[in-house]
C-alpha cells in the first residue's frame, strides 16, 4: 500500500526559508525509474507542479520557481525534502508531494494529504 | 511552458447526465495528459492517463479521447458523488501544467 504524508510548519513568516518534508511508504526510491513530485495549490485555485527528484537523484524544478527551490531525497529514511527560500505571502498553498509510476510518464498516481501553509508576519 | 486551456470553468448538470470537459494544449503534448478529480478538502485523485487510459479502480462512466491539442473528460452518467472540481496536466515535457479546473456543479 502507496502512502505519503507531508510534513512541515504551518505558518512561516516572509523572507524566511520553508522546508517541508514527505515520507513515504510502499514503494523506494532506489527503484530504477521511480520519482517524486511536489506540487501546490493556493486556496481556490489550481495544481502547480514545482519539482521532481528521481530514483537517480536526477532533479527538475518548475521554470518559474527553480532559483528559489531545492529538492532532495533520503533513500533510507523514505523521504523527500524540498525547501523554498525566500518565501512571500503569494506561497500560501496546500503543498502536496505525489509519486509517478515512472520517469518517462510523470502523471500522479498517489498524493499525500497535502499541508496548508500560510505565510504571514 | 505549455499552457493548458481548460473548459467550461464552472458546469452545471444533474444525475444521469452525460458531461464533457475539455482541455487544449499550446502545443503538441501527443497523449501525455492526465485527468484528475479533486473534492474540497481533499488531494485530486487520478482518473485516466496517456488521454484515455482508466486508472485502476476508476468507474468505467469516465472516459478520455484526444483529437490533436484537445483532450476531453467525458462522464456517461453522472452520479452523486461525481460532484466535484476537474483537472487536467500535461506530462509531454517540464515544466508540468495544469489547467485551470472545471466544477461540475448540481443543477
Known amino acids: 500500500q502507496v502512502t505519503l504524508r507531508e510534513s512541515g510548519p504551518a505558518l512561516e513568516k516572509p523572507t524566511q526559508t520553508l522546508t517541508l518534508t514527505c515520507t513515504f511508504s510502499g514503494f523506494s526510491l532506489s527503484t530504477r525509474g521511480m520519482c517524486v513530485s511536489w506540487i501546490r495549490q493556493p486556496p481556490g485555485r489550481a495544481l502547480e507542479w514545482l519539482a521532481r527528484i528521481d530514483w537517480d537523484d536526477d532533479k527538475y524544478y518548475s521554470t518559474s520557481l527553480k532559483t528559489r527551490l531545492t529538492i532532495s531525497k533520503d533513500t533510507s529514511k523514505n523521504q ?7 518565501v512571500d505571502p503569494v506561497d500560501t498553498a496546500t503543498y502536496y508531494c505525489a509519486r509517478s509510476p515512472s520517469v518517462n510518464s510523470v502523471f500522479f498516481d498517489y498524493w499525500g494529504q497535502g499541508i496548508l501553509v500560510t505565510v504571514s508576519s | 511552458d505549455i499552457q493548458m486551456t481548460q473548459s467550461p470553468s464552472t458546469l452545471s448538470a444533474s444525475v444521469g447526465d452525460r458531461v464533457t470537459i475539455t482541455c487544449r494544449a499550446s502545443q503538441s503534448i501527443s497523449r501525455w495528459l492526465a485527468w484528475y478529480q ?3 478538502g481533499k488531494a485530486p485523485e487520478l482518473l485516466i492517463y496517456a488521454a484515455s487510459s482508466l486508472e485502476s479502480g476508476v468507474p468505467s462512466r469516465f472516459s478520455g479521447s484526444v ?13 452523486p458523488d461525481d460532484f466535484a472540481t476537474y483537472y487536467c496536466q500535461q506530462y509531454n515535457r517540464f515544466s508540468y501544467t495544469f489547467g485551470q479546473g472545471t466544477k461540475l456543479e448540481i443543477k
Not at chain 2, 483529437?67 to 452520479?79: N, Y
Open chain 1, 80 to 86: 523527500v525534502v524540498l525547501t523554498m527560500t525566500n
Open chain 2, 38 to 40: 479533486q473534492k474540497p
Open chain 2, 67 to 79: 483529437s490533436g491539442t484537445e483532450f476531453t473528460l467525458t462522464i456517461s452518467s453522472l452520479q
